[in-house]
C-alpha cells in the first residue's frame, strides 16, 4: 500500500488508486464494520431507546458518508483540490468522536442486559456484545484514519 503522506503528493487519490493508498484503503474496514454495528443493533430488541437510537443513528451516518466519500474519490471528484483534504479530515474526525460516543453507549447498555437473565434476553445479550465489538473496530479504523488524514492536510 502507498502512503499518502508528506513523502508523497499531499492530495487525495481517485479512481481505483483510493484502494490501494493509506488511509484510504481505511474506507473498506469502516464500512464493513459500520454496517455489522448497523445490521447487529438493528436486529437487535432494543432496551434503551435514547443510547440504541443514537446508536443507530451514528452507524447509518458513518455509513453513508463513507460510503458517498468513498465513491466519490473513486470517481476523482475531487479533482485534486486541498479542500477536499480538509473534508477528508473533518469527516474523519466528525466520524472518529460520534462512533467513540456510540460505542460506550452500546457497551452500557451491554452492562445493563447481563443484569436480566433470561434464555431469550442471553441470545440478544451476545448480538450486543458483537455490536460492542464491532462499534469499536470501527471506532479504531476511523481514529488510524483521521490521524493519516490530519498528516496529509498538515503537508498539504
Wanted: aromatic fraction near 12%; proline fraction near 3%.
Amino acid at each position: 500500500l502507498a502512503m499518502s503522506s508528506a513523502t508523497s503528493a499531499a492530495s487525495l487519490p481517485s479512481g481505483l488508486a483510493v484502494l490501494t493508498t493509506f488511509p484510504d484503503v481505511l474506507f473498506i474496514p469502516e464500512i464493513i464494520f459500520g454496517g455489522l454495528v448497523w445490521i447487529l443493533v438493528a436486529s437487535a430488541k432494543v432496551t434503551l431507546a435514547m443510547p440504541q437510537g443514537w446508536v443507530m443513528f451514528v452507524s447509518v451516518l458513518c455509513f453513508v458518508m463513507s460510503t458517498t466519500l468513498l465513491c466519490l474519490y473513486l470517481c476523482g471528484a475531487h479533482g485534486g483540490s486541498c479542500s477536499w483534504v480538509t473534508l477528508d479530515v473533518i469527516c474523519q474526525g466528525t466520524a472518529a468522536l460520534f462512533y467513540l460516543s456510540a460505542a460506550v453507549l452500546q457497551a452500557y447498555v451491554t452492562y445493563n442486559l447481563r443484569v436480566l437473565s433470561s434464555t431469550f434476553l442471553h441470545a440478544i445479550y451476545k448480538e450486543n456484545i458483537a455490536a460492542v465489538v464491532f462499534a469499536f473496530l470501527a471506532t479504531l479504523m476511523y481514529v488510524i484514519h483521521k490521524v493519516y488524514s490530519l498528516r496529509r492536510w498538515k503537508s498539504s
